[in-house]
Structures are given as structure tokens and as C-alpha cells.
């Protein structure tokens, strides 16, 4: 079970680096939210609850998408 949790924990922590995408912080927030909740759910999916998952991870991927600039990374490029 620890390696499922722990490989659970490693897939969020990658989808949180790909959470800026776009070309303003609004676009970068949202598919960061959307990113981040996929992975949530999916994390928690593994730990018993989803939704939880979902939330928890779409407020950390919309944060991060907001606070990164286009310069660090912008995938529609």
C-alpha cells in the first residue's frame, strides 16, 4: 500500500508542474485548477476519496497556475 500511496503522491506532485498553462493568469489558474483536481481525484481515488482529492488538488494546481508567469512554462506555445 505505501508504494501506491507514495507513487500517488509523485503523479500530483507532476501534474502540479504542468499547471501553468496559457497565455494569461487566468487561463494559467484554470487549467492548472483543472489539471490539479484530475490528479487529486486520482490520488485520492487511491487513498479512499476522490472528492477530496479533486478539491485539495485543483486549489493547489489554480494557485500555482496563478502565481507562475508565461516565462516559466506556457504549453500553448
Do not use: H, V, Y
Not at 32 to 44: E, K, P, Y
Amino acid at each position: 500500500m505505501k508504494k501506491i500511496e507514495s507513487t500517488a503522491i509523485l503523479s500530483f506532485i507532476g501534474l502540479l508542474g504542468l499547471s501553468a498553462c496559457g497565455d494569461t493568469q487566468g487561463e494559467r489558474a484554470l487549467s492548472g485548477g483543472l489539471i490539479g483536481a484530475g490528479g487529486g481525484a486520482a490520488a485520492g481515488a487511491l487513498m479512499g476519496n476522490p472528492a477530496a482529492g479533486a478539491l485539495i488538488g485543483g486549489a493547489a494546481g489554480a494557485a500555482t497556475g496563478a502565481f507562475t508567469s508565461p516565462d516559466q512554462i506556457n504549453l500553448s506555445r
